[in-house]
């Protein structure tokens, strides 16, 4: 099994001396040449310094100056070296101190300059850890009899020398392809790679081929995968069962984005039911995939190294096998599924009064689309349209589910949550399966790196709008959860706009007319975007002020850290 330098570097902690026969069992070196590839980076990694061999162990050396990070580099041919650490500084590399190492690659950089109050430290790559780069997509062009192939991204700064594979390289110059890098750069020689596909030119070059292309998005499953997928139990062991809460009497419910999308994922439902002391007890269940994957398994490696399930058009590229991800873990209608259920007893005004967490049973009594359950709430004369007189047993608890569902938004909104009027776009009228309603097309914030930023909107759709204040209910309390318990989690953070870009706002505004004022002076708080909103909505240009507002809102970001989330007056 190929494994990168990162991979075998994340088995040394604390200063522990490691075993080659473990680090063999973690990487799942079962081969001799694997066996083999692994000690060669052993002994590497020794002669460099990084690794040091006490009677026949390792253990990692903690190098003083030197720091792992991420490079983030510029056409002009320096980068950043990024580091994990929150807040930490970025490092500063020349071109000439690159050492081979490629934008996106995972790096050990040596700090070779202390920075200043001005000026970013400044380093050398020491060592690549792991290449993020296994292919890219490049124009073919001829260097006198050899043929070369250009990356499309300017921040890779080389050309590959192509490798005959089959394919007429003639044939192929000036189209766009999608080249796999059979070698990186070694001392003064060239990258090498061969073309794993040709797309075309511009004109006929398909979208989602090139998505998927520049970010290696893998269609298809390692051949291991399948066979450990399919030997999952297709039935739930009724040991299981006893050890969790049966919900399988309530109830329960599932909506998906449309009755004939067969990609559309069911991996969560819900269930709302009144208590004896004349409450809400409403139910978020999500499909408890741990029960059939194992950590460190190879399902469990692979769905790691997808990180997400992609969804493209009507593509998926799912992180979990479809035994999995399409059967198992789905919640089908009649069938048993197990679930993480988040169990909350609200007042009816949406107060949360409790809460538990517990793994659970389910069976999915109801599987409806977004405008089936939209239908049955608006009861229009052509409801009737949207084949929703089989769900006529459920017509109360969605509007139940509705009812509750302005309690929590009323609840976010006396906490200061706000919601940007973004303007609609109405569906082609030649849309046969649209629904009747506009889809709400909101602005995004991306980084550099092509990350979704920050976002703030309310989905026009009802239905859309119930759900997701459901899932921010859920999520917010185990959040909660795993603060309590000081158990680590990963939080979404969105800071707050700087004040000096709202005083800009505010002073735009002023010259329109419209008064702004903060609440607590040089403090921004999520009830003055609330405030602002409003005011914006009773003018003419609520559009423009509105897309300015959203610029004054920082990216969101992921983090091992709880802090707070502006936009969620959180």
Known sequence: MEFSIAALLANFTDDKLVAPKALEKKLDCNDDDSIRSLQIAL??????????????????????????????????????????????????????????????????????????RRRSPEGEVKLILERSNPSVLARVKQADSSYRAVPLDDRLLFELALQENGIDLEQAIDQLV??????????????????????????????????????????????????????????????????????????????????????????????????????????????????????????????????????????????????????????????????????????????????????????????????????????????????????????ELLDDLATVSHALKEQRRKRGAFELNLPEKPLSSDDTDAPSKSLFTPKFHYDDEGALGAMVVTPSAQTHAMVAEFMLLANQLVAAHLQALGVPGIYRVHPTPDPEDVQELMKLAGSMGIDLHLGQENEVQPQDYQSFTQKFAESDAERVLTYLLLETLKPAFYSTTPKSHFGLAL
């Open 43 to 116: 002994d590497a990694l020794e002669k460099i310094g990084v690794l040091a061999k006490e009677r026949g162990r390792y253990r990692r050396i903690q190098e003083e100056g030197v720091i792992e990070g991420k490079l983030r580099c510029s056409s002009k041919g320096f980068c950043f070296a990024i580091q994990d650490i929150e807040g930490a500084d970025d490092i500063y590399i020349r071109e000439s101190q690159l050492n081979n190492a490629w934008n996106g690659d995972r790096v050990l950089v040596r700090v070779t300059k202390e920075g200043s």
């Open 178 to 395: 999608h080249v796999q890098v059979t070698r990186y750069p070694l001392g003064q020689h060239p990258p090498q790679g061969r073309i794993a596909r040709i797309l075309g030119g511009d004109s006929d070059a398909a979208d989602v081929d090139i998505v998927c292309c520049k970010h290696d998005l893998p269609h298809e499953f390692p051949g291991s995968i399948q066979p450990a997928a399919k030997a999952l139990p297709a039935k739930i062991n009724k040991t299981e069962i006893k050890k969790r809460v049966d919900l399988r009497d309530l109830t329960t419910l599932t909506i998906k984005a449309s009755a004939q999308d067969a990609s559309d994922s069911l991996d969560d439902a819900i269930t709302l039911e009144r208590t004896e002391e004349d409450h809400w007890r409403l139910g978020i269940h999500i499909a408890d995939v741990s029960y059939y994957v194992e950590p460190d398994s190879p399902i469990d490696r692979e769905a790691q190294k997808r990180g997400v399930s992609v969804y493209l058009g009507d593509l998926v590229i799912p992180m979990l096998p479809a035994q999995l991800s399409g059967n198992l873990c789905a919640f089908l209608v009649g069938k048993d599924r197990l679930a993480l259920s988040v169990l909350v007893t609200l007042n009816d005004d949406g107060e949360v009064l409790e809460y538990a967490i517990h793994p659970t049973v389910v069976q999915v009594d109801y599987q409806l689309s977004y405008d089936q359950a939209q239908a049955i709430l608006e009861r229009t004369e052509d409801a009737a349209d949207a084949d929703i007189e089989d769900f006529a047993p459920i017509f």
